[in-house]
RNA sequence: CGGGGCGUAGCGCAGCCCGGUCAGCGCGCCUGCUUUGGGAGCAGGAAGUCGUGAGUUCGAAUCUCACCGCCCCGACCA
C-alpha cells in the first residue's frame, strides 16, 4: 500500500478522552474511530490486524475440529425466554421489535441459537461430539462502556461450543479448548495466564479464563509465583494467619459519637483496623436478612457470598438495617441482634477474641468481643476477597495481586441449557439424555488492545509478524529525488512479487514527519532510503523492536528482509 | 444507577467567574515559492447554528432551567 492514497489517519496529539495506552495508540495510528459511546469503526489498517487475529483463531480453531458456521445476530426473544436468559440478561440485552411489533433482541452471546440448532438436528450419540464456532459481532447494552475497544457495545467474538454425550466428553472438548487458546494468544504474542474464574451468568461447573497481564485491565488475579496458582479475585482463595490469641474480656458498651467507618472507629478506639469487626447486612432474595462478619481490614467477596447462600443477593437498604439491627450501618454488630437473624462469618475471624464489634445502637460500639462466645454465628466460611500478602492456599508462599484483562474465558456449562431447552440425543440403551454442553469466548478487540498494551513505547505500538498490519515500512526519505525513488519503488515492487506486505511512505513530507508516523504505526521492519546511504548503494534496515538499525546492500534487501520475516514469523 | 468533569473550526484548546469588536490560538487543511535524516520555512487563504431547546436581558459562547452527548471514578460486567 502506498500511503499517499491510504486511509491511515495518524495523529500527532493525544486524543482526550482516551486514557489507556492502547486507546491512545489506536486512535492515533489510524486503527480505529469512535461512532457513539463504546461503538467503534474499524478503519483499514486496524482491521488488517483484527483479520491476523481472525486467521490465527480461525487455523487453532479448525486444528481442534472446530467447524465455523455463522449464526444470527438477530434473534427472537422467545428463545431466550426459554432458558430465562432473557430476564437475567436485563438491561445489558438490546431490544427491539419489528414491524409485526415481534420481540427481537440483538444476541450478547449464542446459546441459545446453538442449541436450538442442536434439538433440530442432533438425535444420536452417533451425532456426537461436535465443535461448532463462528467470529462475530456481538451486541451488549453494557452500563459503562470505557476503555477504548476493551468494553464496548458491539464487538467482535469468536464463540464456540461443544455439545457431547457426558462429562467426560465434554472435559475433553473443554481440555481441547484450552489447548487451542494457550497456541492462539501464544503466536499473538501476549503475555497471559490461565486462572481460575467464576462462571456468572453463564452457570455450569467449571470455568477458567485466559487473561492478559495488563495496567489496563478490570479484572483482578491473585498469583502464586511460587506454586503457580492463579484465580480472579472473585474466586481467589486465601489463608491467613490468625491474630495472636488476645486474652478474653469483658464486653464493654463504649461510646464512639461520629465514629461509623472502620477507619474512623479504630482511629477512635486507637485499635488496629483487624482488631474490628465488619458487619454487613445482605438480603437473600426475595426479603431473607443475613448478617455478614468480616476483619476489618478485609472486605467482602459478594461472588463467594452468593455461591454460599445459592440465592441472588444484595446488601439491605439503609432503612432495612436500622429495621433488622435497630441501629444504621456503621453501629450495627453480632452482640445483642435478633436471634432470627442468620449470621455467616468470614473464616479469618473464627475464635477470634476480644474484637470491637457495633453495638446496635448509633454510636455506640462494644469492646472485648470473644466471637465464639458473644456471637451466635451460624456459619464459618470463605468469604472476603484474598489479597497481596496473604498466604498462598496451595503453598503457603505470599500471594501477589495483578491486573488484567480477560482475553478469553470457557466453561463447562453442562445440562442448563439443553435441559430447558429440550436439545437431546438418544443413548446406546434407546434412553433419552441432555447434551452436555460446553461453551468458550474470544473477544478479538481485546487481543489487539491487549497487545498494544504490552507492546509500546514513547513513539508508538510496536507489532510483532503476527500480528502487523504490515510487515515493512519503506521509507524513502525524499521521495521526490529520483534515485531515491526509484529504489523505493524497486523494493516496494519486490516485496509485492513476493508476497510481503508493505507500506511505502510516497507521501511528499518531511523525512521527520515519516519516522514519526512509522514509529507510530509500529511495523517490525523500516527500510529507510536516504541519499547519503543509496550512493553507497545501502539502504538502511531498522527494527522497529531493538530500534537497531543495519546497512544492506539495496540490490539484496528484498530478498534478505524477505528471510527475515519468514524466519522470524516462525519463531 | 450514584459521584466528578467536559461539549467553542477536522484535532487539541483559550475565552465563561465579571454579559457588550471574543469568534480566538496551536496543529491540520487549501494555494504559491523554498526545503528534504526525526512531526520544515515564508506568504496568502478556506473553515465554527459556540451540543440542543427554552428562559433572563436592550444585548448571551458567557447567567438560569431542562434535555442530549462524551469521558473518568464507583456500582455493574459472559
Known amino acids: 500500500m502506498k500511503l499517499s492514497q ?40 486496524g482491521w488488517r490486524v483484527m483479520r491476523k487475529a481472525i486467521d ?8 481442534i475440529g472446530g467447524q465455523e458456521l455463522l449464526m444470527p445476530m438477530l434473534n427472537p426473544i422467545e428463545i431466550w425466554d426459554e432458558t430465562g436468559r432473557n430476564r437475567d440478561f436485563g438491561d445489558e440485552m438490546f431490544r427491539l421489535k419489528d414491524r409485526k411489533n415481534r420481540a427481537l433482541n440483538l444476541a450478547p452471546t449464542h446459546e441459545e441459537v446453538i442449541c436450538d440448532l442442536a434439538r433440530k438436528f442432533v438425535n444420536s450419540y452417533k451425532d456426537l461430539p461436535q465443535i461448532w464456532y463462528q467470529i462475530q459481532t456481538k451486541f451488549r447494552d453494557e452500563p459503562r462502556p470505557r476503555s477504548g475497544v476493551l468494553r464496548t457495545r458491539q464487538f467482535i467474538m469468536k464463540d464456540s461450543y461443544t455439545l457431547d454425550v457426558d462429562q467426560e466428553a465434554l472435559n475433553t472438548g473443554y481440555d481441547l479448548h484450552a489447548k487451542a487458546y494457550h497456541s492462539i494468544f501464544r503466536r499473538c504474542g501476549l503475555r497471559y495466564v490461565v486462572v481460575g474464574a467464576a ?6 461447573s467449571g470455568s477458567q479464563e485466559f487473561m492478559a497481564e495488563s495496567d489496563a485491565g478490570e479484572d483482578t488475579l491473585i498469583l502464586c509465583e511460587q506454586c503457580g496458582y492463579a484465580a480472579n479475585t472473585e474466586v481467589a482463595e486465601s489463608t491467613i494467619e490468625p491474630l495472636e490469641t488476645a486474652a478474653s474480656a469483658a464486653l464493654e458498651k463504649v461510646a464512639t ?6 477507619e474512623e472507629v479504630a482511629a477512635f478506639l486507637q485499635r488496629e483496623k483487624k482488631e474490628l469487626i ?12 443475613v448478617m455478614i462478619l468480616l476483619r476489618g481490614d478485609h472486605d467482602l467477596n459478594e461472588n463467594k457470598l452468593q455461591t454460599l447462600l445459592g440465592h441472588v443477593i444484595r446488601p439491605a437498604h439503609p432503612n432495612e438495617i436500622k429495621q433488622i439491627c435497630g441501629a444504621d450501618a456503621g453501629s450495627v454488630g453480632p452482640v445483642g441482634v435478633s436471634q432470627k437473624l442468620t449470621i455467616l462469618a468470614d473464616n479469618a475471624i473464627r475464635d477470634q477474641k476480644n474484637m470491637v464489634a457495633g453495638a446496635n445502637e448509633n454510636d455506640y460500639h462494644v469492646t472485648g468481643v470473644d466471637i465464639g462466645r458473644d456471637a451466635a454465628v451460624d456459619t464459618f466460611a470463605d468469604l472476603r476477597n484474598a489479597s497481596s500478602g496473604d498466604a498462598c492456599i496451595q503453598c503457603g508462599a505470599p500471594l501477589i495481586m495483578t491486573n488484567a484483562i480477560e482475553l478469553g474465558h470457557i466453561f463447562k456449562l453442562g445440562t442448563k441449557y439443553s435441559e430447558s431447552m429440550g436439545a437431546t440425543y438418544l443413548d446406546e440403551h434407546g434412553k433419552d439424555r441432555s447434551i452436555v454442553m460446553g461453551s468458550y469466548g474470544i473477544g478479538v478487540e ?4 491487549s497487545f498494544i498494551e504490552q507492546n509500546n513505547d514513547d513513539n508508538g505500538i510496536i507489532w510483532n509478524y503476527a500480528l502487523a498490519p504490515y510487515a515493512v515500512h519503506i521509507i524513502p526519505v525524499n521521495y521526490g529525488d529520483e534515485d531515491i525513488r526509484e529504489c523505493a519503488d524497486a523494493l516496494y515492487r519486490g516485496f509485492a512479487g513476493r508476497s510481503v506486505a508493505a507500506l ?22 523500516q527500510v529507510i532510503i536516504g541519499k547519503k546511504s543509496l550512493a553507497q548503494g545501502k539502504v538502511e534496515l531498522k527494527h522497529r523492536n531493538t530500534c537497531t538499525s543495519e546497512l544492506i546492500d ?13 524466519q522470524e514469523s516462525t519463531q
Do not use: C, N, W
Not at 500527532?12 to 486507546?23: F, L, N, Q, R, T
Not at 490465527?56 to 486444528?63: K, S
Not at 465488619?278 to 436478612?289: A, D, F, G, N
Open 554 to 566: 539495496a540490490g539484496e534487501a528484498v530478498v534478505k528482509i524477505t528471510a527475515i520475516i519468514e
Open 446 to 449: 481485546r487481543i489487539v488492545a
Open 278 to 289: 465488619k458487619t454487613l447486612v445482605y438480603i437473600r432474595q426475595p426479603e431473607t436478612p
Open 6 to 45: 491510504a486511509y491511515i489517519p495518524t495523529q500527532k496529539e493525544i486524543p482526550s478522552d482516551a486514557v489507556i495506552p492502547s486507546h491512545q495508540l489506536m486512535i492515533r495510528a489510524g486503527l480505529v474511530r469512535p461512532l457513539a459511546a463504546g461503538i467503534y469503526t474499524y478503519l483499514p489498517l
Open 56 to 63: 490465527i483463531i480461525r487455523e487453532e480453531m479448525d486444528a
Open 199 to 204: 462462571s456468572g451468568l453463564m452457570g455450569g
Open 504 to 525: 511505502l511512505d510516497d507521501r511528499q513530507v518531511s523525512p521527520g514527519f515519516k519516522f514519526k508516523d512509522a514509529d507510530l504505526l509500529g511495523l517490525p521492519l
Open 257 to 262: 459519637p461520629g465514629a461509623y467507618t472502620i
